[in-house]
């Protein structure tokens, strides 16, 4: 299993590095703990199938979730999630139960 993401000019970044991943449009946002977010253009559904064999979860049509770095395992009465590094992302209300489930 791979550990690592390319990234571009050569870079690569670790995947556990990774905190969550904003899709827009035709490009993705990959934010991290330890830089700054790199835009990289690739869909969403393209990191999703990348990643499905590491602890990544489709929260929102627009933000993909590394669950290790969740600061809370539970859902927030305002239907968000908190990271570790206290950024709160919404949970879109189709994907609520499944979110639930893997918690």
Do not use: W
């Amino acid at each position: 299993m791979k550990t690592t993401l390319k990234l571009p000019d050569l870079q690569t970044c670790e995947i556990s590095d990774v905190l969550y991943i904003e899709g827009k449009s035709n490009y993705s946002v990959i934010y991290r703990k330890s830089a700054g977010p790199i835009t990289m253009a690739k869909t969403l559904k393209k990191f999703e199938s990348q990643l499905r064999l590491h602890p990544f979860l489709r929260i929102h049509k627009s933000y993909l979730i590394n669950k290790k770095q969740l600061a809370l395992n539970k859902l927030s009465g305002d239907n968000t999630l908190q990271l570790a590094d206290g950024t709160e992302l919404p949970v879109s209300r189709r994907k609520r139960e499944i979110v639930k489930k893997s918690l």
